[in-house]
């Protein structure tokens, strides 16, 4: 998926444990996003990046935090997994954000989390 | 409050037939209208966008109208194929993008 890989693809833990995934991408793009996909409510902005150490929330941020320490890494912790955050997490690049060519996202394959 | 309506959930549509999905919102302030694309297991990726300034935008057998005064937007698939089938994000963007709930569509041979 364009120079986009997420890990873990597929985990499944217990709630009250910790879990991080990450986003590594090999095109140097400026913008990255953390969206969790639910039956019935397409794609939510749960966090996203315009540069390093630059994070801001989207729309469905409690419960979660992000951190990126190096262009390329972008990575997703939940500090206390809840039932209600299993849930299938895309990770998505752009090169920017205004009205331009380079406003397109790109999405990597996905991370299916499963909470018990 | 969803910021994208789409609608329908799920379409079955017959090979050769048209497939149309729509898409509403309330925010005159979005700026580009994408169209994204998922098979099973995969991320979405971009099929059709549009500009709020252009009334229609065809790319083979996918179009996009779009109808500012109304607000809507919709996606139409002519000759539709098996291979067709997925499910289809509308989404609308002003600084950040926000997707309609998805439209799953079965295109039966």
């Known amino acids: 998926d364009a120079g986009i890989t997420q890990s873990p693809r597929h985990k499944v833990t217990e709630t009250g444990t910790p879990v991080t995934l990450r986003c590594h991408q090999t095109e140097n793009h400026r913008y990255m996003y953390w969206y969790r996909q639910d039956p019935g409510h397409g794609l939510r902005l749960i966090h996203y990046s315009y540069g390093v150490k630059d994070t801001d929330k989207g729309e469905v941020s409690d419960g979660y935090s992000v951190s990126r320490s190096k262009t390329e890494d972008f990575l997703l912790t939940l500090e206390s997994a809840t039932s209600s955050q299993t849930s299938v997490y895309f990770c998505a690049i752009s090169l920017g954000q205004g009205l331009s060519g380079a406003n397109v996202l790109t999405f990597g394959a996905g991370s299916r989390l499963t909470v018990l | 409050q969803q910021q994208v309506k789409q609608s329908p959930q799920s379409l079955i549509v017959q090979k050769g037939g048209i497939s149309i999905i729509n898409c509403a919102y309330e925010n005159t302030a979005f700026d580009y209208f994408p169209w994204y694309q998922q098979f099973p297991g995969k991320g979405p990726a971009l099929l059709i966008a549009?500009?709020?300034?252009?009334s229609e935008k065809k790319e083979g057998r996918f179009t996009i109208s779009f109808n500012k005064s109304a607000k809507q937007f919709s996606l139409h698939i002519m000759d539709s194929q098996p291979g067709d089938s997925a499910t289809y994000f509308c989404a609308a963007r002003v600084n950040k993008f926000y997707f309609g709930s998805g439209t799953k569509l079965n295109v039966k041979p």
């Open positions: 549009i500009r709020p300034d252009v």
